[in-house]
């Protein structure tokens, strides 16, 4: 079985940054694309940003340049630098991976809450 889990999260005022890391672990072969979603109470789950394995990134308009995503390979773990937070920012941000066990499979991280609120 495969593990994800998400930390860094919390509390920050407008304009602060946090940086979140969602490390992989149990039987992996591979990890192909990873990413960052978001939640927040009665929406849907959405993109904040992805990465394949080869490092190309996609991110959702409302964050970037703002927004940061990478990865090391070495340690199955998967980062978001978030600068110049503002309060709409405001959610559960989510982790998954593409795992290869060795079929690819989905995986989700249990989730890290983010509240930006002077």
């Known amino acids: 079985q495969v593990q994800l889990v998400e930390s860094g999260g919390g509390l920050v005022q407008p304009g602060g940054s946090l940086r979140l890391s969602c490390v992989a672990s149990?039987?992996?072969?591979?990890?192909?694309?990873m990413g960052w979603y978001r939640q927040v109470p009665g929406k849907e789950r959405e993109l904040v940003a992805s990465?394949?394995?080869?490092?190309?990134?996609r991110y959702a308009d409302s964050v970037k340049d703002r927004f940061t995503i990478s990865r090391d390979n070495a340690k199955n773990t998967v980062y978001l630098q978030m600068n110049s937070l503002k309060p709409e920012d405001t959610a559960v941000y989510y982790c998954?991976?593409?795992?290869?066990?060795?079929?690819?499979?989905?995986?989700w991280g249990q989730g890290t809450q983010v509240t930006v609120s002077s």
């Open positions: 149990g039987r992996i072969f591979r990890i192909n694309a």
């Open positions: 998954n991976a593409r795992v290869e066990v060795p079929y690819e499979y989905l995986f």
């Open positions: 990465i394949t394995s080869g490092s190309s990134t």
